[in-house]
């Protein structure tokens, strides 16, 4: 069956995008909302984001009067008796969607499909609110709709054969890139993600560094778009700690568990973006570094280059320096700092007990990186945030729950990464991430810090990337 006309419920935030979406591709849309007002909306937002493609001159001015005439809006849910496929984006509430699916499944066509566009809830449990559980799937958008290239297609135990499959070539066919998954919570996007948020708001309640060094090692160090807090301040604080309860609900794993401090500024209405204030305050100027230092002799243990390097800057070599960079080595003497250089921008600087960090960090600025001092914890801040998120990626593949290219496509186009986990764990090196799973696994002794077995496995093998299929 080829899908021709389209039912979306909700013109909210996502289903006004993904009404978009249909009626650029060239389908027939009908647009349900609640009421007349919030029908109005929708309305809005769909003729909003079509003005703004025409401003960009993205799309001509009769193109959007075609667009806005293939979608009819409505409140009334019957009009969906026609559609072949309906996707639903009502807010997150089980009690709400599966009484709309009950509502669905009655009006619409028995060979329709009903999709939803949950970020967390069972799709499986939606589905069995229906009569026809089997054509009914996870049609996961990203924000924004219109924009945003991937889109999870999630089948459950009891999809037939088909369906997903169906979904994802008409996902294509919106110019979609499509990754076909199971039912487990947060797909794979979400899965993999909210724990790495989540892990950067405990190491900021650890104090192992400052929010702004925490961002700027994962942004201008590790090359990621946004920072962690920037990140959950554009997600919502208050979202990204419900998804943290569904994955905690349904994993059992602590590191799921939303950390305190996500809790507290939800409580206190620190939502994010949506409320002006998150983690970050609504008119916080970024951080300014200080002013370069003078200059001091040094000693450098573990990485020649940079101490050539050094010397070409001017700096000199002592046997008794003013501080002494201990490069990927625990620092524990007087004056000794333990440095990290992540990607080409950044530095990680963690002093011993008995050493300040500003020397050290004076240096790594004269070095054009900019310095984040960190406390001397297992795998510092880059490390300890990143080595994790990439062995959760291979411990996903090794379930089977999805692909190396899919997991890859997903979070390159669903968070705008550069590269997937599996193109990141090559590029840095199957041993050099095993090495500093170990260490952290040694210091934390999280289970899941421990290296995945195919890592292991690989890696004793003697290979340098994962056999793709
Ligand atoms: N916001 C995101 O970034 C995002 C991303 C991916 C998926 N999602 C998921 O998409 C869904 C919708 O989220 P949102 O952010 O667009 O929410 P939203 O609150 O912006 O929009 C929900 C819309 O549904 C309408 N609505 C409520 N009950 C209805 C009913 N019975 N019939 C018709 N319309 C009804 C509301 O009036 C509102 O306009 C949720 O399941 C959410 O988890 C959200």
């Known amino acids: 069956m080829a899908v021709e006309s389209v039912g979306v419920v909700g013109l909210g935030t996502m289903g006004a995008g993904i009404a978009e979406v249909f009626a650029r591709a060239g389908l027939d849309v009908v647009g349900v909302e609640a009421d007349e007002a919030a029908l109005s909306r929708g309305r809005g937002h769909l003729e909003r984001s079509l003005g703004r493609a025409v401003e960009r001159g993205k799309l001509a001015p009769d193109e959007r009067e075609a667009i806005l005439g293939r979608v009819r809006l409505t409140t009334d849910r019957a009009e969906l008796a026609g559609a072949d496929l309906v996707v639903e984006a009502i807010p997150e509430v089980m009690a709400f969607k599966s009484a709309l699916f009950d509502d669905l499944d009655r009006i619409c066509k028995p060979e329709a499909i009903l999709a939803t566009n949950t970020s967390s809830l069972p799709v499986t449990k939606i589905a069995a609110s229906t009569g026809r559980p089997g054509r009914v799937v996870g049609l996961h958008f990203f924000n924004p709709a219109p924009v945003m290239r991937l889109v999870e297609v999630v089948r459950t135990v009891v999809t037939e054969p088909g369906v997903a ?141 940079l101490a050539g390097r050094l010397e070409a800057a001017g700096f000199k070599q002592a046997a008794e320096p003013d501080v002494l960079l201990h490069v990927g080595l625990a620092a524990t003497g007087e004056r000794e700092v333990r440095v990290n250089l992540v990607g080409e921008g950044v530095a990680e600087v963690a002093p011993s007990l008995h050493a300040t960090a500003e020397g050290a960090a004076d240096l790594m600025r004269v070095l054009g990186r900019t310095p984040v001092v960190c406390r001397q914890r297992a795998g510092l801040v880059a490390e300890a945030l990143l080595y994790p998120y990439l062995n959760d990626a291979v411990r996903m593949y090794d379930s089977g729950y999805a692909g190396i290219e899919d997991i890859d496509a997903a979070m390159r ?34 289970p899941a810090y421990a290296p995945a077995p195919l890592l292991e496995e690989l890696i004793a093998a003697g290979l340098t990337a994962f056999p793709r299929r």
Do not use: W
Not at 283 to 295: S, Y
Not at 418 to 441: Q, T
């Open 165 to 305: 499959e169906e979904m994802a070539e008409l996902a294509r066919r919106l110019g979609k890139t499509p990754v076909v998954v199971g039912d487990r919570a947060g797909f794979v996007v979400n899965r993999l993600l909210l724990p790495y948020l989540n892990h950067a708001a405990l190491l900021l309640e650890q104090g192992v560094a400052t929010r702004d060094g925490i961002d700027t090692v994962m942004r201008q160090g590790a090359g990621l778009p946004m920072g962690p807090f920037a990140l959950l301040d554009l997600i919502g604080l208050d979202t990204s700690y419900e998804v943290m309860e569904v994955l905690y609900d349904e994993t059992r794993d602590r590191r799921h568990a939303p950390a305190p401090g996500l809790r507290e500024l939800v409580a206190a209405g620190r939502l994010g973006r949506k409320s002006g204030h998150g983690f970050y305050g609504p008119e916080e100027a970024p951080a300014q570094a200080p002013p370069k230092g003078t200059p001091l002799t040094f000693r450098v243990v573990g990485d020649d280059e």
């Open 413 to 446: 186009l669903g968070c705008g990464y550069p590269a997937g986990p599996f193109e990141m764990l090559e590029s840095i090196g199957l041993e050099r991430v095993r090495d500093g799973l170990r260490e952290l696994h040694a210091e934390y002794r999280e």
